[in-house]
């Protein structure tokens, strides 16, 4: 007798985060303009990567930016500014380097930890 696998609940399956080269990608894409997005607003952008992961990418200061993966459900709460109630994303805070012309990695979320990505995002917004 085969015992059959019971699929995953959605919130529980494994979410297909982006590495930091995707976030680079969105980063400039938003630099440039932010082209190719699901929604967009001054100085941020929301696009859809996966079945169950939306980008939200975010200008915080002059070519500081951050990039978040959302599960799905999680922009709303994003939007609205309540970024220190998302219990699950990954996220990075990158800066564009002018003149040399290439992004350098500020912090990311699986590095220091949620709480504090959440403090250092909410810090350079100036919130």
Sequence with gaps: MT???????????????PQLDTARSFAENLRIGAKDTLVKGEGWALYWLSSHLDILATLLRANIY?????????????????FDQLAD??????EYDTELEKWILL???E?????EFRRLWCGLKGE
């Design 3 to 17: 015992i059959a696998t019971r699929p995953p609940v959605l919130n529980q399956r494994t979410k297909d985060y």
């Design 66 to 82: 951050a990039v978040v993966a959302l599960p799905l459900g999680s922009r709303q709460k994003a939007e609205a500014g309540n």
């Design 89 to 94: 994303f990954r996220g990075w805070i990158l």
């Design 107 to 109: 912090a990311a979320s």
């Design 111 to 115: 590095e220091i930890g949620r709480d």
